[in-house]
């Protein structure tokens, strides 16, 4: 039977699930432009436009709608967003921990599989693949351990919501909810009936919605759109990740002193000749590392350099140096930090463990790839050989199917970039990698078998954090956020500046007047010089535009899949939508022009018999148009930019 936690230990589920959750709150200051898209048909949704009547949008209707729900009590300000990311992962690695506890038996074990949720670094808007499968998770065990119609009618209900947030989720959900059923009651007659109440609820659920969609594009015109958004985008992202750890060197390399040595600028004086600069770095053993510059050199020190310091900075052919301190002759803690001084120090400590996935690519693909393994050692774990092994509260069947469960997540899900999208999958694994650790560390072994499982266990363990956290530079933000161990004052620097993000409303006023990305200096532009009930059209994927300008969209769609082209339903719509707003202003990119023709090519012609360009520019190795009505007469040039205004 299932083990449930004593009052105390709650709370160390709940502190991860507080760190995990501000975690994700701090990252939704730094959003790129795919976390806009659900932001964008936010706005829509607030200026009074429908999903599928008025816009399109994967159906992913929850998601913006909670997004719409969250600004109108905190503003149009990123906090917003931040507040419901923070709140739907705590809830989601809180109900992991409780689970694995349940499972194992084991805080300890139930704590060190939710702290993975701390180092993995999802994608701020893929956030609902971890509430719902989270949710998904802790509803199956539940049920397989205690059996009701109740929580039959819940699960149900879960797979309703998953529906809500994307018709996939609601599909893999629906697919767990009869493993779930089978793995409580076998193949019986009771089970047939369980998924028959389930599958009622979640279609009763679930039908408002599809009612709606066959009105607005009729049963079939839904269901082909829905196809061709995720064909389109899972053909463009489908590949097999390969192992990256392939020789001895990628798993544990040995260094040299120079590799932990202090590094710092020369700046020679200009009538010194390279001969001569030549002879100076052998005097004092240094080692060339690159140019920065006609009379500037970078270095590595060596020990013999470390003890002529003074005697270098002093040098007559030397006119400055830089990262170091010149008055001591000292490097500081930022400029060479403390263990690299000790392995600099003590030869046997300098060493790199799993080197080959140092590189987020690689981290990445190692990720994806113990992902899902995963399900496949749980089939393992499950078979006659190890099933003894195993905690009370994990018999084999449901362990089974609920590894059926991960594997059919994974299939639906991962998929490349894997550095990119591996975090968002990690709910099923590693509930199942805790179920591995629990056996691993089971008492009752001899001890020539438990001492190296236990090596085992921290080698995985070593290899599951090191992936996770390189391939989502979890390093690099929390050093960011430390400032980057330079100084108190610049990582209260840093904090400001979140504090700023996501204060800031509309989150493109962080930016001071003119300044920014391209895209928020165009967003900006599009509110200053159009009327708020003005519609405005950005003919590439840039959702950020329309949530920072607060404008309507004048066409149905944020992004320009080819496969649309195909819809001719869809093709009459956009252009109708597009007529019909005759949008004051459009913005255009070269590098993405194509793409919007190809989906879309009767909209493009409209584009392109009614407007002209009014500015032009380049940037970044972009050329970005603003396309201007050709009846539109502007009243005004805008103060920041000098473009036309027409408000």
Partial sequence: MRVDPRPREHWVGIAIAAVAGLHKAVLTATPVNDDYQHLAYSRQFLGGDLPLRDFWDISTTL???????????????????????????????????????????????AAVCAAFFIVAVPRTYAYPKWIVYGVASWLWWSYVWWPSTRKAIAAG???????????????????????????????????LRRVALAGGVAFAAALPYLLFAAVQLGPLGFVRAELASFSDEHERTRSSPSWPLRAVDDVFRRETQAVYAPEMTLRWKADIPPRERAAALEKYGLTPVAADGPQAQRVKLSDQSLGSLRVLIEDPRVEDTAGVERGPGLFTWSQWPLWDRIRFRVAPLRFTLLPGIDQQIFAGMAAAMIVQAMPLIAALLAGPSLRRLLPPAVTPRPLLLFAAFAAIVNLGLLRDPYESRVADVIVLPVILFGVLLAVMLRPGYPALVRWPLRVAVVLMMLLAVKSLAVAGEFGERVEWLFGDGRSMARAKGAWREVGARLQASPPSQFWPAGTGPVTVRLAEYVRRCTAPSDRTLALWFAPEIYYHADRLMAGRHVYYFEAFKTLEDEQRRELEKVTRSEPKIVLASRNAYGAAGAAFPAAMQFIESRYVPAVVFEEDGDRYSILVRKDAQASSTDRVSGWPCFR
Avoid: C, K, N
Avoid at 83 to 108: H, K, P
Avoid at 167 to 176: I, S
């Fill in 157 to 191: 209900l879960s797979a309703a919501i998953a529906f809500y947030w994307r018709p996939d989720h609601g599909g893999l959900v629906a697919a767990g909810v009869v493993l779930g059923m089978l793995a409580a009651h076998g193949f019986s007659l009771l089970a």
């Fill in 63 to 109: 998601q913006h709608v909670l997004s719409a729900v969250s600004q109108l009590l905190f503003g149009q300000r990123l906090l917003s967003e931040a507040i419901l990311v923070g709140v739907a992962t705590a809830v989601a690695v809180y109900l992991v921990f409780r689970v694995l506890q349940q499972m194992t038996g084991s805080v300890a074990i």
